[in-house]
């Protein structure tokens, strides 16, 4: 049987574990705040949150799993956000999203093999007028087709 990782959450981390403490909801601003250092939530962050603040390991993971927001495995480098919005749906998402999945090799919610992209699709981005559209990182790309795609997705590859 493999032995657990273990991780010693940083002093940042600690600190802000102790702030929330005993506030309502603190769980869940406590995993945010792990997502944003480690840009996942490590099992091995999970384990040491749950003894830090005395909650069962299931708990930790029972809000982990329910939220959409929160990922368990290291995201890619490059996040492919498909807006998968009304007005993006019906102007070509879904189309955006199976090019995609055929350019990157790799299905949605799901990392390429060499962890340069991570593939999503996400519910409304706020852009409706540049429908369809998808942001790689902080970046917005709208009025796209399918052959735009190997375009964009090149400026973001390593060399």
Not at 40 to 56: F, G, Q
Not at 68 to 89: D, E, Q, R, W
Not at 123 to 150: F, H, N, Q
Request: hydrophobic residues 40%; proline residues 5%; glycine residues 8%.
């Amino acid at each position: 049987m493999p032995t657990e990782e273990k991780i010693e959450l940083p002093k940042s981390l600690l600190e802000f574990i102790d702030l929330w403490r005993d506030k309502p909801g603190n769980l869940i601003m406590i995993l945010h705040k792990t997502q944003e250092h480690y840009g996942y939530i490590p099992r091995a962050a999970a384990i040491e949150l749950a003894k830090n603040l005395d909650v069962p390991l299931a708990k930790v993971y029972g809000v982990i799993t329910f939220y959409h927001f929160f990922k368990l495995k290291k995201p890619g480098k490059n996040i492919i956000s498909v807006c998968m919005g009304t007005a993006c749906y019906i102007k070509g998402a879904g189309d955006l999203m199976a090019e995609c999945e055929t350019l990157l090799g790799c299905g949605v919610n799901c990392t390429t093999d060499d962890e340069e992209f991570s593939l999503q699709g996400v519910r409304c981005v706020g852009c409706c007028g540049l429908a369809p559209l998808i942001t790689v990182g902080d970046e917005v790309y709208g009025k796209l087709s399918a052959d735009d795609l190997p375009e964009i997705l090149a400026k973001y590859r390593s060399k």
